[in-house]
């Protein structure tokens, strides 16, 4: 992993948050700067990006989370992808490096307030080691209405790939199904890119939070330690 060394700490992080039932646990750890080679090998191995921690579930009696990609050159939307794209074609899209402001704090609070119906972790330290520090190059794709801030994207940026971190979106714009326009324009910006994947973190096949993934087509999943086509994919399988 370009010569970089980690050292890996198993955490407990309470109840799953994709799931009913179950605990979340993790191989993990922490870095202030990560090299692309490194980065994308952890990526190729299943781990993802939370802020400064990067991680690999390994809960007991549990293999949900299956990392999966979107072959960008190949991805055709569906008709509902299509509808959603033509509707928010009156949006303005904006890219800029990652960094705090009262404008991105104050919808990423509306968002989970709002959407998610939660009021933990809402300080603004919280916000900024979750969503503004990072060890890697990390851009912010802002959503506009006219001059309305509606969504904030946030990506990670690699020579072969992207990686998509988190979406936010105010609950007013719900209708437009901001979180589906996103992830079309994550892919159209791989596009412009020239870049061949577009990393979606963990598909959750039984979750309501997470299955929406495999709705982008065609794509990978890791299983086995090997990239093979979703549709491929055999639930009696162990994914990573």
């Not at 994947?197 to 997470?210: A, E, I, N, R, T």
Request: with cysteine.
């Amino acid at each position: 992993m370009g010569g970089q060394r980690i050292q890996l700490f198993q955490t407990n992080n309470g109840s799953c948050p994709y799931r009913e039932s179950g605990v979340w646990e993790n191989l993990s750890f922490y870095t202030s700067e990560l090299s692309d080679a490194a980065y994308a090998s952890l990526l190729n191995q299943g781990f993802r990006r939370s802020g400064n921690s990067i991680y690999h579930p390994i809960c007991q009696n549990c293999e949900s989370c299956i990392p999966i990609r979107v072959d960008v050159n190949r991805f055709t939307p569906s008709k509902s992808q299509r509808r959603t794209w033509r509707r928010n074609q009156d949006l303005r899209v904006v890219s800029r490096s990652t960094e705090f402001s009262d404008a991105a704090y104050d919808l990423y609070r509306r968002y989970q307030i709002g959407w998610h119906k939660s009021d933990s972790g809402l300080d603004a330290e919280d916000f900024h080691e979750f969503l503004v520090s990072s060890p890697v190059s990390t851009e912010m794709l802002h959503y506009h209405l006219d001059d309305q801030l509606i969504g904030i994207g946030w990506v990670d940026c690699l020579p072969q790939m992207l990686s998509s971190v988190y979406f936010i979106f105010d609950p007013e714009f719900a209708a437009r199904r901001l979180g589906v326009y996103s992830l079309l324009c994550e892919i159209e910006h791989c596009r412009r890119l020239g870049l061949p994947w577009l990393y979606l973190g963990y598909w959750v096949p039984d979750s309501q939070k997470m299955g929406y993934k495999a709705e982008y087509r065609p794509a990978e999943v890791l299983v086995c330690g090997q990239w093979r086509l979703l549709n491929q994919f055999p639930k009696t399988t162990k994914p990573i």
